[in-house]
């Protein structure tokens, strides 16, 4: 059965660079809309980061689907066209640094007024808002101030960054659940709406156990590693595996026996140092000493699949090839593989915004830089090929 | 200004559990929602846990603004209930194991053949299709088979999990997305949709830069702690404060002249070996050094303001007592304090899909266990007191 995506029909201007707004460009692009990436004349920072180094995937990755064009925004008569562009549209996507926009005299007032049914969509490191408003925030320093640092790591050793882009992605799909909300809105009031996100708001609620046992203990427990944040639940730590390791967790009673039974010994259920949750956490390191003992022996895939079929929640701690070749997500369509010019054979990624009976959407590789900048002024401006040379030859586009 | 919130008028069953499906009904309730929280007689597995632990501030903030009802799905009869409460509801959201709902006959095909419009969303730790199904995850595992762990930790230590709950925070954000995607999708067509969010398709996004990495160069790079992935960068680190500790990067040529004077050494910016950024990322230890020795003088917060005072991106590594204290984020309304019986005066957030010129709603308290339940059950269903009784006795709700 195919059904239609559901943002189809919808206009979007994604003004997005790097990851943040980029993400939110994929996500409305593979729900259906038509997403025009708006570059500078000299593409945006990931395009020409991915000139010569591995960056060319992540462009790959989070522009496909879009069609490319460019304007000057510094330069009067683009700043014109994007207002021209923005009166025709129902989103505009931006996560420049604040007042970017506004200074070139295209703010979210200045269009909103133009255009009482756009949604201006825009994420920066702090939000528009309060006493940081105006300061710099990427995803490794939103890392820091969020708090995220303080609890990755080990005791022993610093606070420590998560490897991935978290906060980028994160505040990139905060974007568009605000924007995709403020369309539903429309669709009652006839008006669109102003979504403010910031990285450091989206932060918040994923510390909130942490921040829980802060105000439970009043002060800051150290960081314990893969362990269980505040020591009370074992098994619960990343073990050896012959070929890498592999993460299991205990947090109910029926874990821990079935767990037993996966490792063979289901007498251990009953050792009196390990019959409750209490008793296990109180021996943590006897506990950890078994499961490692079981599993160094074993291949993490092995394990992955033993301990599931006996109801333990686990997985291999996946390396990047592992990860790029899943089978599961292969399978599931959420992982394909494409032919790219420069780099090979890659595996690409459809949204995670998947609805029962619709098939994932393969979208076409990102455009060139302004590849379709002739096509979109036609369409959408009415502009000729030579108001669109004249635009060219003044630097405006 | 006061707008009306996006989605007022809309209904929702949320029988979330934990953190993954209660984010999402909590963004939804700040989204104007009527989020009715769906909970087994017991209560959900936060709030049993609550009782007597630091989880009981998870489960005030992500519960806020719901109201509480009891239904036993494992019981016909409280299997009916949820049929009949479908029928009037426009979402119904579920983090269950996989299967679970189906197994009562409440799974989201019969509930979708009884009310065509009901937008139906689930979110697993592999999603509803292909080989890894029917297998539980939990955030940390998640961690471990994105591959997110794989490439945290630093390069001598072994692979860590981030500290907080990404993995359930992410998909509780998509799944929002796509329940509202499917929600604008409906006015066009009046036909609902099951969304189906899968933990692990959520996680393979944030990674792209990795990945780039590994097709680029054809292997996975070591671990590198809080330095650039690809060592190709610098300052880009983690540096010791007088009081604890400070991210600071220069992605930029101009970001290092900044700094440079912030730190009120102009001439570094042209000593050769650190000109360009090839030159400084050959001489990181040499550049980490400088950077170290001027922050460990200072305080972080006073290093935060200086160097964006400076036009470059930093930002304190702040403390879980810093984060709830955040001045910024008080301002900005994105933290309020509230008094709580249990704990006393707590931080709790509103949403983070913010509005310009609205208000950030501050939420009534979660309700207490199947508080709401007559209430629900006599406004949705038209059950009197007696119909109410009738089904407690009989162990339903």
Redesign the interface.
């Given at each position: 059965m195919t059904?239609?995506?559901?943002?189809e029909g919808v206009i979007v201007l994604d003004l997005g660079q790097v990851?943040n707004g980029p993400?939110c460009g994929?996500?409305l692009a593979q729900?259906g809309a038509r997403v025009i990436k708006v570059e500078a004349p000299g593409g945006e920072t990931l395009r020409r980061r991915a000139l010569d180094?591995?960056?060319?995937?992540?462009f790959a990755?989070?522009n496909a689907g879009k069609e490319c064009i460019t304007v000057n925004i510094k330069h009067p008569d683009g700043a014109k066209l994007i207002r021209s562009l923005a009166r025709e549209a129902d989103v505009l996507l931006e996560n420049f640094s604040p007042g970017t926009m506004a200074q070139y005299g295209i703010g979210?007032e200045t269009l909103c007024a133009d255009n009482p049914r756009l949604v201006y969509g825009c994420s920066t490191g702090?939000?528009?808002?309060?006493?940081?408003r105006d300061?710099?925030?990427?995803d490794?320093?939103?890392?820091?101030?969020?708090?995220?640092?303080?609890?990755?790591?080990?005791g022993h050793?610093?606070?420590?960054?998560?490897?991935?882009?978290?906060c980028?992605?994160?505040a990139g799909?905060?974007l568009?659940?605000?924007i995709?909300?403020?369309?539903?809105?429309r669709?009652r009031?006839g008006r669109g709406?102003?979504?403010?996100?910031?990285m450091?708001?989206?932060?918040?609620?994923?510390?909130?156990?942490?921040?829980?046992?802060?105000?439970?203990?009043g002060?800051?427990l150290p960081?314990t590693?893969?362990r269980h944040?505040?020591l009370?639940a074992a098994p619960?730590n990343?073990y050896p595996a012959s070929d890498g390791?592999?993460?299991?967790?205990c947090?109910r009673e029926e874990h821990w026996r079935q767990l037993c039974e996966a490792m063979g010994e289901p007498h251990l259920a009953n050792d009196p140092r390990f019959r409750t949750m209490k008793d296990r956490a109180a021996n943590m390191d006897a506990v950890d000493v078994l499961v490692g003992d079981w599993t160094r022996l074993r291949a993490k895939e092995e394990i992955f699949e033993i301990t599931?079929r006996h109801?333990?929640?686990?997985?291999?701690?996946?390396?990047?090839?592992?990860?790029?070749a899943?089978?599961?997500?292969h399978?599931?369509?959420?992982?394909y593989w494409q032919e790219d010019p420069a780099?090979?054979d890659?595996?690409l990624?459809t949204t995670?915004?998947?609805?029962?009976?619709?098939e994932p959407p393969r979208p076409e590789s990102a455009g060139g830089l302004g590849e379709d900048t002739g096509k979109v002024l036609g369409e959408l401006l009415d502009l000729d090929a030579s108001g669109v040379a004249a635009l060219r030859d003044s630097g405006a586009i």
């Amino acid at each position: 059965m195919t059904v239609a995506k559901p943002l189809e029909g919808v206009i979007v201007l994604d003004l997005g660079q790097v990851y943040n707004g980029p993400y939110c460009g994929f996500l409305l692009a593979q729900a259906g809309a038509r997403v025009i990436k708006v570059e500078a004349p000299g593409g945006e920072t990931l395009r020409r980061r991915a000139l010569d180094t591995s960056q060319c995937y992540p462009f790959a990755l989070l522009n496909a689907g879009k069609e490319c064009i460019t304007v000057n925004i510094k330069h009067p008569d683009g700043a014109k066209l994007i207002r021209s562009l923005a009166r025709e549209a129902d989103v505009l996507l931006e996560n420049f640094s604040p007042g970017t926009m506004a200074q070139y005299g295209i703010g979210s007032e200045t269009l909103c007024a133009d255009n009482p049914r756009l949604v201006y969509g825009c994420s920066t490191g702090f939000g528009n808002s309060g006493r940081y408003r105006d300061y710099l925030g990427m995803d490794i320093t939103v890392q820091a101030v969020s708090g995220m640092m303080s609890i990755t790591g080990e005791g022993h050793g610093p606070p420590l960054k998560a490897g991935a882009a978290i906060c980028d992605f994160l505040a990139g799909i905060h974007l568009y659940g605000g924007i995709v909300s403020a369309l539903y809105q429309r669709e009652r009031t006839g008006r669109g709406a102003v979504v403010d996100i910031s990285m450091q708001d989206c932060m918040f609620p994923p510390m909130a156990t942490a921040i829980g046992s802060y105000f439970f203990t009043g002060g800051q427990l150290p960081r314990t590693g893969n362990r269980h944040p505040a020591l009370s639940a074992a098994p619960y730590n990343v073990y050896p595996a012959s070929d890498g390791h592999v993460a299991i967790i205990c947090i109910r009673e029926e874990h821990w026996r079935q767990l037993c039974e996966a490792m063979g010994e289901p007498h251990l259920a009953n050792d009196p140092r390990f019959r409750t949750m209490k008793d296990r956490a109180a021996n943590m390191d006897a506990v950890d000493v078994l499961v490692g003992d079981w599993t160094r022996l074993r291949a993490k895939e092995e394990i992955f699949e033993i301990t599931q079929r006996h109801g333990v929640i686990s997985a291999p701690v996946r390396s990047l090839a592992d990860v790029v070749a899943d089978p599961h997500m292969h399978e599931r369509g959420s992982l394909y593989w494409q032919e790219d010019p420069a780099m090979g054979d890659i595996a690409l990624c459809t949204t995670p915004l998947r609805f029962r009976e619709v098939e994932p959407p393969r979208p076409e590789s990102a455009g060139g830089l302004g590849e379709d900048t002739g096509k979109v002024l036609g369409e959408l401006l009415d502009l000729d090929a030579s108001g669109v040379a004249a635009l060219r030859d003044s630097g405006a586009i």
